[in-house]
């Protein structure tokens, strides 16, 4: 299978620690993407990472990519309760199949 | 706002009757995806339209169907839904394919 793994499974912190999310994938890429889920709804969109780069910054996130060794991690600084939710990585293959392969997602909580 | 709108978001059905879920997108993107969501599981990838070409799963179940009448709207039609398919399912869409995509709420099938 191509899905990606995600560790850890669920991650609880307290408000105000900074959260840390791996990602690991199997095949080459064109761009690794993070994706938040709050509890029984859709997923959205937080940060885009191409195989040519090696970290991104979005607000209170950053996002670091190695392909040599198939890996990403999301950090999440000074966490807020409102950060409670599934978060989870998605790549997109160099294949050129234009789709999404997510990996099986961290749950975070935030202790308040 | 643009978005990606999703009905009715929960529905509820007996086994082997059938069913229709819909999807509607103000966003004008060529790509648009259906997934299926089990509990604390990632999304999967049913199918996905490129603009009117339609690129099915290997594994999805003959179950499953879907039709695109226009850019605008794509339904996902269970023919005989089994208590397995109980599930969330996620309509999302995309400009690019393989970039950003931007999902629905979803709807939550609840099979009887």
């Known amino acids: 299978s191509q899905q990606g793994e995600e560790d850890p499974q669920a991650l609880s912190i307290q408000e105000g620690e900074n959260a840390t999310m791996n990602c690991s994938y199997k095949?080459?890429?064109?761009?690794l993407q993070w994706y938040r889920q709050n509890s029984g709804r859709g997923l959205v969109h937080l940060i885009l990472i191409r195989s040519n780069e090696r970290e991104k910054h979005s607000g209170r996130l950053r996002v670091t990519l190695d392909t040599s060794k198939k890996s990403s991690s999301l950090l999440i600084t000074a966490s807020r309760a409102a950060d409670t939710a599934s978060y989870f990585c998605?790549?997109?293959?160099?294949?050129?199949?234009?789709?999404?392969?997510f990996g099986t997602g961290t749950r975070l909580t935030i202790i308040p | 706002d643009a978005m990606v709108i999703q009905n009715p978001r929960y529905q509820v059905t007996q086994f082997g009757k059938p069913v229709t879920l819909s999807c509607s997108q103000t966003?004008?993107?060529?790509?648009m995806y259906w997934y299926q969501q089990k509990s604390s599981q990632a999304p999967k990838l049913l199918f996905h339209?490129?603009?009117?070409?339609?690129?099915n799963e290997a594994d999805t179940p003959d179950n499953f169907q879907s039709r695109r009448p226009n850019t605008s709207f794509c339904f996902l039609d269970i023919r005989s839904p089994g208590l397995g398919d109980a599930a969330m399912y996620l309509c999302?869409?995309?400009?690019?394919?393989?970039?950003?995509?931007?999902f629905g709420p979803g709807t939550r099938l609840l099979v009887l």
């Open positions: 999302a869409t995309s400009a690019v394919a393989g970039e950003t995509q931007y």
């Open positions: 095949t080459s890429i064109n761009n």
């Open positions: 998605a790549t997109e293959s160099n294949f050129g199949n234009e789709k999404l392969t």
């Open positions: 966003l004008n993107h060529n790509v």
């Open positions: 339209y490129y603009d009117k070409d339609f690129n």
